[in-house]
């Protein structure tokens, strides 16, 4: 996979919850399975979608679900690791603290074309990790 398209962000748009931040993280960092190999497939991806300051302004309480016991397993395994940057676990402990996480359809909850505007205010703003 491409590191860099002529110098344009490659963007991975999840959900706010540990499985979202490990699919972003497969594609960031490769997979377990892959081994040696994991590296060469690896790409600068960017976290493009919900996180802590979207989830305090634009998520509904109501929208919020509770973790499941798999989410606190895959967010144990990611905050062991050792090369998951900081925001990101900022974001996954606060997800594991409040015992919640939220889908990216939650935004329908402003009308179904918010979530376009959204995403295309985040890029334009450069407002991904």
Not at 101 to 120: P, Q, S, T, V, W
């Amino acid at each position: 996979m491409s590191r860099e398209l002529f110098g344009i962000p490659i963007l991975g748009l999840v959900d706010w919850n540990p499985a979202g931040l490990a699919i972003l993280c497969t594609f960031k960092y490769g997979s377990i399975g892959m081994g040696l190999e994991a590296f060469r497939y690896a790409c600068n991806v960017k976290w493009l979608g919900l996180r802590k300051d979207d989830i305090e302004k634009l998520v509904p309480e109501e929208s919020l679900v509770p973790l499941k016991q798999r989410d606190h397993q895959i967010a144990k395994s990611l905050l062991s690791s050792e090369v998951l940057q900081d925001n990101y676990k900022e974001e996954l402990a606060l997800m594991v603290e409040n015992e919640r996480r939220a889908e990216i359809e939650a935004l329908y909850f402003h009308g179904y074309d918010f979530l376009g505007k959204f995403l295309a205010r985040k890029i334009v703003q450069m407002d991904y990790i």
